[in-house]
């Protein structure tokens, strides 16, 4: 496991995987009924971007930078909520900071030292819970959540070159514990065939109601550089075909630099 998050914090993956997320929670929150988070592959949960790994790799100059200096409307909420808590954001703190009194937050990590940060983040927090425990295992046991509402977010480092297959099968193990929930998948986009070969995975599992979006800087050709990224989601909330277009088209129009073939992207690959 040499995957380290706080290297890539706050990039234009991270903006995009981010911003949505934070957009499918608010819309489960519009019921009043009580919503559970499972975050498979939590990270640390914050990253300082000023210093050690992020300042030395600068990803997020061409990420959040962009969007706090100048965040375009669809995104404001987002960029409000990272620049009120300081620290870059990562998922779990971002989830965190929108619970409601009745939510839960569950983490799984694995890494000893961002496990043992989350720990110390969330030691007095009752309504997060954090385990060192292997992901893929986790979505099998600790599926369906008491509160049978809810969204799984499945952020893997993609560190091992089956890890797309393993996404595939992972989704389909949640799902068949958690049918109503929303799963959020991410996922890299450096060329097009074991992305198609993903969302063909995807189809051929038999779960309905599932939608792709994806963001690509540059047309991805380059099988060695993070062209784009895409998130999957099972189970969208209603209004997400409609909103996350638009989501989308403004980190395209921010993050982008007119590279040749940048797009933003839904793509729905199962009916209801
Ligand atoms: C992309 S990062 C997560 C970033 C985080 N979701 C966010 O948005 O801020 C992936 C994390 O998964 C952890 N990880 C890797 N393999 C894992 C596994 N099998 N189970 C749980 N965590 C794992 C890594 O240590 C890393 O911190």
């Not at 995009?16 to 919503?35: D, Y």
């Amino acid at each position: 496991m040499n995957y380290r998050h706080a290297f890539h914090a706050g990039n234009f993956a991270d903006c995009m995987k981010h911003a949505l997320l934070v957009w499918v929670l608010l819309a489960l929150q519009r019921k009043p009924t009580p919503v559970a988070v499972l975050d498979t592959h939590a990270g640390a949960g914050s990253y300082d971007l000023a210093s050690g790994p992020a300042e030395r790799t600068g990803e997020w100059h061409d990420g959040i930078e962009r969007l706090l200096r100048d965040p375009p409307a669809p995104l404001a909420g987002y960029v409000e909520l990272v620049r009120q808590l300081g620290l870059y954001p990562g998922s779990p703190a971002l989830v965190r900071a929108l619970l409601r009194s009745t939510d839960q937050l569950i983490c799984c990590e694995l890494h000893p030292d961002e496990a043992r940060e989350l720990r110390r983040r969330f030691a007095h927090d009752r309504q997060v819970a954090v385990h060192q425990r292997d992901a893929w295992e986790a979505l099998g046991a600790l599926l369906p959540p008491r509160e049978r509402r809810g969204l799984v977010l499945i952020d893997p480092p993609f560190e091992d070159s089956r890890e797309l297959e393993r996404l595939a099968s992972g989704l389909a193990t949640g799902h068949a514990r958690f049918r109503n929930g929303t799963f959020l998948a991410w996922y890299p986009i450096k060329h097009r065939a074991p992305v198609r070969a993903f969302h063909t995975a995807v189809r051929r599992s038999g779960v309905r109601d599932v939608v792709a979006t994806e963001l690509c800087l540059r047309e991805p050709l380059d099988p060695a550089r993070l062209n784009g990224c895409g998130l999957l989601l099972i189970n969208p909330p209603f209004g997400f075909e409609t909103d996350a277009p638009i989501i989308l088209d403004a980190l395209l129009q921010r993050l982008s630099r007119d590279e040749t073939g940048a797009s933003a992207e839904l793509t729905r690959l199962a009916d209801e």
